[in-house]
């Protein structure tokens, strides 16, 4: 069997490679996505100070470490049994929103976005960011360098670093917030619900504008009829930081909600033997292979899935968008994986929004930062929304507060499963007999990855740029007969 | 002169080296103009093939971070010593090993079982594990193999200079490049930092250097946090930390938890963070010293945080 290899996929943050088999008539006979790389953090914590779990859980990923140190600082809460002070909740959800806006606006302006902004057969060479800024004017290339040298500066007052951050404890966090910085970042938090409003323009015009665009985002190649996952607060509106698990059916009905705690009841595991990150599906539904629809336990937990699951958005203007999004592709829920590009940009401006009306609130310069726990510790469940997921972390400990064991579900693992079904309908779409493995093909691919924003250290993360992928085409014995690759 | 060649690569990394290189801001764009960048799989198209084909010694610095974890990182850590001239540990996962290191500490077996079998959401009854080769029905696939002990990059390789931090903060990331670019370059072996000395010297927390009778767990007090942190009973790891990174986490009232690995001079953080200690204990008592060294529960994740496979341990005997 003739197997096609992308290996090694680079502008990813962490490993990985696809290989892709052909039959005997050159039709796509299957795809594995492999993940080939394993640190064990669900092992090496054990007998660690379960305090100390903020800041070594995040080195999982230090592009998204906020969300790892939140996920890991909710479990203690729940650990220790102490909530948080509401200055010091505000705090968190401050930083964590500031964090979204900074992450969304990175992999829009510079991961995927080139593929709509530059269109995706124009070549690869102006395919990035320098292209980006080249078609749409030095101006906005200097409102997104900008935005994230600001928001740097706001997650370093906040959480003490720029990467890796060090504030969160159980109960609350280190700091406190001063009037100044109060005022710098109000400041801030304006500037970027202009950029988000700005950035939905952009892609009005140069995607929903576009027939061919919208034709694409709209195919059945890039559809997959899956089961969606977000966190959502009491009103079922999307929530980053806090809320209730919300799974809704491929119809879109409600299937499931669940508190933290509860996680367990509903998601299991599967281990194949030939990648080192774990297949997670719906335990309820079941694992029937990589497969979509209602029987399949396979899910989808992106920021479309967020608003899938919801029934909004909590702050004005990023509802007026959900509506129109919504309105303009015919209604919950949406399952056209390219449309995950929209909803990440609502998803900024919601959380533009959120940071201002935080930057605002009277609380966040109180003095009352911290709860001590008293209570005897002894299991914990923290769950936020990563950038690319539901993030989920499980501690056990003694009852000095020393790991016992630990469990992690990762937003990018989420969606792996879905992501290798993306990569192999992609494949089947345009790979056929007597196919000329050509610059386009890679670019379908990459298309169909890039949607996830995957992060497979995290699993793994994209950085700058777009996925440049080799495809080595072998012959039935092993040969090497093609290589295409973009240069 | 012809602009330099650099690459940059990471191995059993989280990526945070990635960004930290990018947290130079608009000094980017100075090494762009003296520096074309060969090989970096983070933002670039480069492939293994385009390095293997590179003449030895034909590029002039590599910046490489990650821990060698597996086969490949070993395989990739290998061909680029073989290509640079210039090979630098970048960060303290390629210096030290970092906190994946305490990985050390543990069996590899016994880290499988955990993430394959054991934890809660696994559906695993057949007990399968990833394997190097794999017969899938259209073929076989394969993986790379974990080694069983995190090395950090000299363990494997010849290493001309090393930059500390997890990640290394920006200023230490410039230090370093200009040093690289101008060829203004310190004696082979060099630890890159503003300071050699212990971050104490650089923190504004004024230290009175008292004497304390408990030691205290972050979550457990709230400290003044205008005041020195280990004078108030918290392990803050400064004494025995090599300083440059401006102290930022005792400012915003955490503990150093000692990323930018020893002072100059020192082979082993952890044994020199144990002595400091043990001089700061205010007691001649033996039974009242045990039950306040008790306090650190932790000793070996405390101690060697980040440098347990360059420590004198290098890991735990495991069976």
């Known amino acids: 069997m003739n197997r096609i290899v992308i290996n090694p996929i680079t502008r990813l943050e962490g490993h990985g490679k696809i290989a892709i088999f052909l039959d005997q008539e050159g039709e796509v006979a299957n795809v594995y996505l492999q993940i080939p790389e394993l640190r064990g953090f669900e092992k090496f914590c054990e007998g660690?100070?379960?305090?100390?779990?903020?800041?070594?859980?995040?080195?999982?990923?230090?592009?998204?470490?906020?969300?790892?140190?939140?996920?890991?600082?909710?479990?203690?809460d729940n650990l220790f049994k102490v909530e948080p002070t509401s200055t010091a909740r505000k705090i968190r959800e401050l930083l964590y929103s500031a964090f979204f806006v900074t992450d969304h606006a990175t992999h829009f302006y510079i991961l995927a976005g080139p593929d709509f902004i530059m269109g995706p057969e124009s070549p690869p060479?102006?395919?990035?960011?320098?292209?980006?800024?080249?078609?749409?004017?030095?101006?906005?290339?200097?409102?997104?360098?900008?935005?994230?040298?600001?928001?740097?500066?706001?997650?370093?007052?906040?959480g003490g670093r720029g990467i890796h951050p060090v504030f969160g404890l159980p109960g609350g966090v280190s700091k406190a917030v001063s009037d100044e910085d109060r005022a710098k970042i109000e400041e801030i938090a304006t500037q970027a619900v202009d950029f988000a409003r700005l950035s939905l323009k952009v892609f009005d015009d140069l995607v929903l504008k576009n027939k061919e665009y919208l034709d694409m985002v709209l195919s059945d190649t890039y559809t997959h009829r899956t089961y969606y996952m977000g966190l959502v607060d009491e009103k079922n509106r999307v929530n980053f930081y806090d809320g209730k698990v919300r799974i809704v059916d491929p119809q879109g009905k409600e299937f499931a909600k669940y508190a933290p705690g509860e996680y367990?009841?509903?998601?299991?595991?599967?281990?194949?033997?030939?990648?080192y990150l774990k297949f997670p599906y719906l335990k309820k539904v079941g694992w029937n292979g990589f497969t979509d629809g209602e029987k399949s336990g396979i899910y989808r937990a992106t920021p479309l899935s967020r608003l899938n699951v919801a029934d909004g958005m909590a702050t004005p203007l990023a509802h007026e968008e959900y509506e129109k999004m919504?309105?303009?592709?015919?209604?919950?829920?949406?399952?056209?994986?390219?449309?995950?590009?929209?909803?990440?940009?609502?998803?900024?401006?919601?959380?533009?929004?959120?940071?201002?009306?935080?930057?605002?609130?009277?609380?966040?310069?109180?003095?009352?930062?911290?709860?001590?726990?008293?209570?005897?510790?002894?299991?914990?469940?923290?769950?936020?929304e990563a950038p690319r997921g539901t993030l989920t972390h499980h501690y056990v400990t003694d009852e000095k507060g020393l790991m016992k064991e630990c469990n992690l579900i990762v937003g990018t693992t989420n969606n792996y499963a879905a992501i290798s079904m993306t990569v192999k309908k992609v494949a089947q779409g345009i790979i056929r007999k007597g196919t000329e493995i050509t610059e386009g093909l890679l670019n379908r691919i990459e298309l169909a990855w890039r949607a996830y924003d995957p992060c497979m250290g995290c699993a793994t993360h994209t950085l700058p740029g777009q996925l440049p992928i080799e495809i080595a085409v072998y012959d039935a014995d092993g040969t090497l007969i093609d290589v295409a690759k973009r240069s | 002169m012809g602009k330099l060649k650099v690459a940059l690569y990471w191995a059993s990394s989280c990526g945070g080296c990635d960004?930290?290189?990018?947290?130079?801001?608009?000094?980017?764009?100075?090494?762009?103009?003296?520096?074309?960048?060969?090989?970096?799989?983070?933002?670039?198209?480069?492939?293994?093939?385009?390095?293997?084909?590179?003449?030895?010694?034909?590029?002039?610095?590599?910046?490489?971070?990650?821990?060698?974890?597996?086969?490949?990182d070993e395989h990739v850590a290998k061909?680029?010593?073989?290509?640079?001239?210039?090979?630098?540990?970048?960060?303290?996962?390629?210096?030290?090993?970092?906190?994946?290191?305490?990985?050390?500490?543990?069996?590899?077996?016994?880290?499988?079982?955990?993430?394959?079998?054991?934890?809660?959401?696994?559906?695993?009854?057949?007990?399968?594990?990833?394997?190097?080769?794999?017969?899938?029905?259209?073929?076989?696939?394969?993986l790379p193999r974990l080694h069983g002990t995190v090395r950090a990059l000299h363990q494997i390789i010849d290493v001309d200079y090393f930059v500390p931090g997890c990640p290394p903060e920006a200023k230490t990331t410039w230090l370093a490049l200009e040093a690289l670019l101008t060829g203004a370059l310190p004696e082979k072996g060099s630890v890159i930092s503003h300071s050699g000395k212990a971050l104490c010297e650089e923190c504004p927390l004024p230290k009175e250097g008292k004497k304390v009778k408990?030691?205290?767990?972050?979550?457990?007090?709230?400290?003044?946090?205008?005041?020195?942190?280990?004078?108030?009973?918290?392990?803050?790891?400064?004494?025995?930390?090599?300083?440059?990174?401006?102290?930022?986490?005792?400012?915003?009232?955490m503990p150093c938890t000692g990323c930018y690995g020893p002072v100059e001079g020192v082979v082993d953080q952890g044994i020199h963070f144990l002595s400091a200690l043990g001089s700061l204990i205010d007691s001649t008592d033996a039974e009242e010293i045990a039950r306040i060294a008790d306090e650190i529960v932790d000793p070996a994740g405390t101690f060697y945080r980040y440098s347990l496979p360059v420590s004198l341990l290098r890991r735990a005997k495991t069976a």
């Not at chain 1, 779990?53 to 969300?67: N, T």
């Not at chain 1, 395919?127 to 370093?156: A, D, F, P, S, Y």
């Not at chain 1, 201002?356 to 008293?374: M, V």
């Open chain 1, 326 to 384: 919504y309105a303009t592709l015919g209604g919950k829920p949406v399952h056209h994986t390219l449309a995950t590009h929209w909803a990440r940009l609502i998803e900024m401006l919601y959380a533009a929004e959120r940071m201002l009306e935080l930057s605002r609130d009277p609380e966040i310069t109180g003095p009352n930062i911290r709860n001590i726990p008293t209570e005897v510790p002894a299991e914990g469940v923290g769950i936020v």
């Open chain 1, 264 to 275: 367990l009841e509903h998601l299991s595991e599967r281990v194949e033997p030939w990648t």
């Open chain 1, 125 to 158: 060479a102006e395919r990035n960011i320098l292209g980006v800024i080249g078609k749409l004017g030095v101006e906005l290339g200097k409102k997104v360098i900008q935005t994230r040298q600001q928001i740097h500066w706001i997650i370093q007052t906040i």
């Open chain 2, 79 to 142: 061909m680029l010593r073989a290509k640079s001239k210039i090979m630098i540990a970048y960060g303290s996962c390629a210096y030290e090993g970092c906190i994946p290191g305490l990985a050390n500490l543990f069996s590899m077996d016994s880290v499988l079982d955990r993430v394959y079998i054991d934890t809660p959401s696994t559906d695993n009854q057949e007990r399968t594990y990833p394997r190097a080769k794999v017969q899938v029905p259209e073929g076989q696939l394969e």
């Open chain 2, 214 to 253: 408990k030691f205290y767990r972050p979550h457990q007090i709230v400290p003044d946090p205008k005041k020195c942190l280990l004078d108030q009973g918290l392990l803050c790891y400064g004494v025995a930390t090599r300083g440059g990174c401006g102290a930022m986490c005792p400012q915003a009232a």
């Open chain 1, 48 to 76: 660690r100070p379960a305090e100390d779990m903020p800041q070594i859980m995040q080195r999982i990923c230090g592009v998204c470490p906020e969300a790892h140190h939140l996920a890991s600082t909710k479990a203690l």
């Open chain 2, 19 to 72: 960004m930290a290189t990018l947290a130079i801001g608009e000094k980017i764009l100075d090494v762009a103009a003296a520096a074309d960048i060969v090989f970096w799989p983070a933002a670039m198209d480069f492939k293994y093939l385009d390095v293997e084909r590179m003449a030895d010694q034909s590029i002039d610095f590599c910046l490489f971070n990650g821990a060698i974890r597996n086969t490949e």
